[in-house]
Nanobody, 120 residues
Framework: QVQLVESGGGLVQPGGSLRLSCAASGNILRITAMAWYRQGPGKERESVATITSSGSTNYADSVKGRFTISRDNAKLMVYLQMNSLKPEDTAVYYC??????????????WGQGTQVTVSS
């Protein structure tokens, strides 16, 4: 079993910042790609940012220059620093990871999500 647990969401005013964290635990040998997704009200889930095990990153156009994804491979953590937040960033943010387990088959896993609300 692999668990992903997000934290750091909340209510913030437009222009503010939040830092999301995601902790992975369980049957993990190595994590390859990690990512953040989000799903806003009435919208489909979309990719926000991805990061490979070597640190290469990719961002959705809507967050480029405002969000930064990073990871700590030793701690099995991934982070999302969100600056200059806008009301349209309001969504449930999900952590995602591709995991090579100590035993069993590789798999893709999701966290339970953390709510981010940007409002004055």
């Amino acid at each position: 079993q692999v668990q992903l647990v997000e934290s750091g969401g909340g209510l913030v005013q437009p222009g503010g910042s939040l830092r999301l964290s995601c902790a992975a635990s369980g049957n993990i040998l190595r994590i390859t790609a990690m990512a953040w997704y989000r799903q806003g009200p009435g919208k489909e889930r979309e990719s926000v940012a991805t990061i490979t095990s070597s640190g290469s990153t990719n961002y959705a156009d809507s967050v480029k220059g405002r969000f930064t994804i990073s990871r700590d491979n030793a701690k099995l953590m991934v982070y999302l620093q969100m600056n200059s937040l806008k009301p349209e960033d309001t969504a449930v943010y999900y952590c995602n990871a591709n995991v090579l387990p100590r035993s069993g088959a590789a798999g893709n896993y999701w966290g339970q999500g953390t709510q981010v609300t940007v409002s004055s």
